[in-house]
């Protein structure tokens, strides 16, 4: 689910809170991926068996990581949290192990811009 607070916040939050706190069985699984960590709730975060957190900005986003640091986590969220565009922060409760990770570049043929309206066409 991208931009997973809008459905936590929906008809659907019901089931998913029961997903997260109590759905660790083989065959069932929920991704869910938001922009903004303070808007989802605090079992989404801390049940997850693995976390992603790429670069965050907010200090109300950061303060939702860090209520939920898992306790094998030695130092705090803002000593791991990442700074660079692509690095991110990788907690993984199954072996209890917290890793700095790189994403691979995607090369794009337009070169990764955003399109605009106002852009004249060349040629």
Known sequence: MD?????FDGVVEPA???IVTRGR???VSLVAAAQHPVALPEAAISQSDVL???RLTSRPDRDALAR???AYMRE???DRMPETPGAAV???????????VRIRER???HGGGSPSASELRKG
């Not at 931009?3 to 459905?7: D, G, R, T, Y």
């Not at 990788?90 to 700095?100: G, K, L, P, Q, Y």
């Open 107 to 109: 090369r794009v043929a």
């Open 25 to 27: 069985r083989p065959g």
């Open 16 to 18: 998913l809170r029961t």
């Open 3 to 7: 931009e997973a607070h809008v459905f």
């Open 90 to 100: 990788v907690m993984d409760n199954a072996t209890e192990s917290v890793h700095a």
């Open 76 to 78: 705090s969220f803002a």
């Open 52 to 54: 992603v957190a790429h």
């Open 68 to 70: 939920t640091r898992p």
